[in-house]
C-alpha cells in the first residue's frame, strides 16, 4: 500500500488520540468511587437485613404488649363487673363468691401488670436497638449520595474530554485517505488497540522491537512512500528522521 509520509504521520496522530480514549474510557470504569459505592452497596444490604430482623422482633414484642393489654382490659373490665354486682346484691353467698372472685381477678390484674411493664421495657430496648440500625441505614444513605455526586463530578470532566478527542479523532481521521483509514482500523482490531506506531532509533515504538538484519534492511529499502509494518506487532511503522536508518 501507499501512503504519503504525511498521511501515515497522521496515523500517528489518530493512534495517539485512539490511547487517549482507551486510557479515558478505562479510567471511567475503573474510578474509586465504583469500588466504594460496590462497598456501600453491600453495607446497605446488611443493614436492611439487620434492619428487617430487629424490626421482625419489635413487631414480636408489640404483638405480646397487644395481647397482654388485651388481657388486662378483660381482667379491668370483669372486676369491675363483679364490684357493680357486690354493690347490688343482699345474698351473703353472692357478696362471698363475688368477693373471693374480685380477689383473684385483682391477683391476676397484678401479675398482667407486672408482665406488660416488663414487655413494655423490653420494647423500648427493641425500639432503641432498630433506632440505631436506621441511624446505621441513614448514614450510609448519605455516603452514597455523597460517593455519588462526587463520582458523577468526575464521570462529567472525564464525558468532556471523551467528546473533545472525539471531535479532535474525526478531524484527523477525515484527512487520511480511506484505504489507509481501513487498514488502520483493522489493525487496531487485531493488534488490541495497536494500530500504527513511530520507528524512532529503529525501535517500534508500538512494542518496543528493535529492527535488526533483514527486517533493519527492508526498512530503510523501502520506498518513503511504502507503508512498512513491524514485523513483531504487526503495527503500521512510521518513517520521520528520528527513525535512525
Do not use: W
Not at 489507509?180 to 493488534?191: C, H, K, S, W
Not at 507503508?227 to 503500521?236: K, M, N, T
Amino acid at each position: 500500500m501507499k501512503a504519503s509520509p504525511l498521511q501515515q504521520k497522521e496515523l500517528l496522530r489518530l493512534q495517539a488520540l485512539d490511547i487517549k480514549v482507551l486510557q479515558l474510557n478505562h479510567q471511567s470504569k475503573s474510578l474509586v468511587q465504583h469500588t466504594e459505592l460496590a462497598s456501600l452497596n453491600r453495607e446497605a444490604e446488611a443493614s436492611r437485613m439487620k434492619l428487617l430482623g430487629r424490626s421482625g422482633e419489635l413487631d414480636d414484642v408489640r404483638t405480646e404488649l397487644g395481647r397482654i393489654e388485651s388481657d388486662v382490659e378483660v381482667v379491668e373490665k370483669r372486676i369491675a363487673r363483679d364490684t357493680d354486682r357486690l354493690q347490688h346484691t343482699s345474698s351473703i353467698k353472692d357478696i362471698q363468691a363475688l368477693d373471693s372472685e374480685i380477689a383473684s381477678l385483682k391477683k391476676r390484674l397484678f401479675d398482667l401488670e407486672e408482665i406488660e411493664i416488663a414487655v413494655l421495657e423490653r420494647q423500648e430496648e427493641h425500639e432503641a436497638a432498630v433506632a440505631v440500625v436506621e441511624k446505621e441505614r441513614d448514614a450510609i444513605v448519605d455516603r452514597v449520595k455523597s460517593t455519588e455526586s462526587a463520582r458523577d463530578e468526575v464521570l462529567v470532566d472525564l464525558t468532556r474530554q471523551l467528546d473533545e478527542l472525539v471531535r479532535d479523532r474525526a478531524t484527523v481521521a477525515a484527512t487520511i485517505p480511506e484505504d489507509l483509514a481501513t487498514l488502520y482500523e483493522r489493525l487496531r482490531i487485531t493488534g488490541h488497540g495497536n494500530a500504527a506506531a513511530l520507528l524512532r532509533a529503529r525501535t517500534c515504538s508500538g512494542c518496543t522491537m528493535t529492527l535488526t538484519g533483514s527486517d533493519l534492511a527492508d526498512a530503510r529499502q523501502a520506498p518513503t512512500d511504502d507503508v512498512i509494518f513491524c514485523p513483531d506487532c504487526g503495527a503500521v511503522l512510521v518513517r520521520t528522521e528520528e527513525s535512525g536508518i
